[in-house]
């Protein structure tokens, strides 16, 4: 779980800090203000937090491990091109805290381009679980070769659709599931009125009605990504004390299944801690109105902002302390001006 994170002349962030909730942690802002460079920055110290399991490496390796991961999830043209060229300085850092004590930091210039610099004296902490990315597009309905693909580089996708894919490689779990993912798998199907299996390296929607068993393509876009999310619950990927950065959830999903994923993503806050990058009107409200009705406990908010100096942070456990979204107020007006217009003549 991430506690905290610091950053100083990163892509588009001068200097900023966050706090995360241990739940659901909500990021909002315009396109460009780096919502999914927060996102893939927050999955790129945990993945490779998972990757050194129980045991801290020696210090190289964890330098080059994290320069290698952080190119493959942003893909630049080399790790220093992830660095702020501000005036007076060519460097940028990121220090971050886990689980109970994990805390470490790192820097790199624009010269970077095979390691980092990791900052003296780290505290590791193994992972109790898994961490997860799920991106914008869906991939059951190119599974099929799909890993392949793009292990042998014929397809220019960032490293977090081959993580994915190799995540939705193992079969689901055999026995009782625990109750607390038995029941998100539970609310995700009721949704889909269907169950994803996978049968010969391809995805396939078991219907609960007389239509039967149909390809993964011939689902809707948005059924294919809560199939994909249920999948993942299904075969353990996602469990219990897991890390899921989900970018635009609400893609491809109608306002009726938004009001539906609002109510999953409260319940999976509840099993891990989920982050979410939107810049959806409608999923805030409906996540208001659960927070009001003392569904959504634990939860934080980061409102994205362009100023002179680079984006700004502001956050809180409302949505009210993220201050104006220029995004989300372009939608309220145009409901008035809509609104307007059906009564002008009133």
């Known amino acids: 779980m991430l506690k905290t994170l610091h950053i100083e002349n990163f892509t588009v962030f001068q200097k900023t800090d966050l706090q995360f909730s241990s739940g659901l942690n909500v990021i909002i802002g315009e396109n460009g203000t780096g919502k999914s460079h927060l996102l893939k920055l927050g999955y790129t110290i945990l993945k490779t937090l998972e990757s050194f399991g129980d045991k801290a ?22 790790l220093g091109r992830l660095a702020s060229r501000v005036q007076g300085s060519a460097a940028s850092s ?3 805290e886990w689980g109970v004590k994990g805390k470490l930091g790192f820097s790199f210039s624009t010269r970077k381009s095979e390691k980092v610099d990791m900052w003296p004296s780290p505290q590791y902490e193994s992972l109790r679980s898994s961490t997860l990315f799920i991106p914008p597009k869906e991939i059951l309905s190119v599974f099929e070769g799909f890993q392949g693909a793009l292990e042998k580089r ?5 490293g977090t659709y081959l993580a994915l894919a190799k995540a939705l490689n193992p079969a689901p779990l055999k026995g009782k599931r625990p109750a607390d993912t038995a029941k998100l798998v539970e609310a995700l199907e009721d949704v889909l009125n269907a169950s994803v299996v996978k049968k010969d390296n391809k995805f396939y929607f078991l219907s609960k009605n007389s239509t039967g068993k149909f390809e993964a393509p011939l689902a809707a876009e948005g059924h294919r990504k809560l199939g994909m999310l249920a999948f993942l619950i299904l075969n353990g990927e996602l469990r219990n004390k897991s890390s899921l950065f989900w970018d635009e959830p609400e893609a491809n999903l109608n306002p009726r299944l938004l009001v539906k994923l609002a109510q999953i993503l409260v319940e999976l806050g509840k099993v891990m801690q989920v982050t979410i990058a939107t810049h959806s009107l409608f999923l805030l409200r409906e996540l208001e109105i659960l927070q009001a009705e003392k569904k959504l406990t634990k939860a934080r908010y980061f409102g994205l902002h362009l100023g002179d100096n680079g984006v ?3 956050q809180g456990k409302s949505s009210n302390d993220i201050g104006d979204i220029a995004a989300l107020d372009a939608s309220l007006e145009q409901a008035d001006r809509y609104m307007d217009l059906a009564y002008k003549d009133d």
């Open 57 to 78: 490496p020696a210090r190289e390796v964890a330098e080059r491990e994290f320069a290698r991961n952080l190119v493959d999830i942003f893909r630049p043209e080399t």
């Open 312 to 314: 700004e942070v502001r």
């Open 154 to 158: 014929e397809l220019a996708f960032d």
């Open 94 to 96: 990121v220090s971050a």
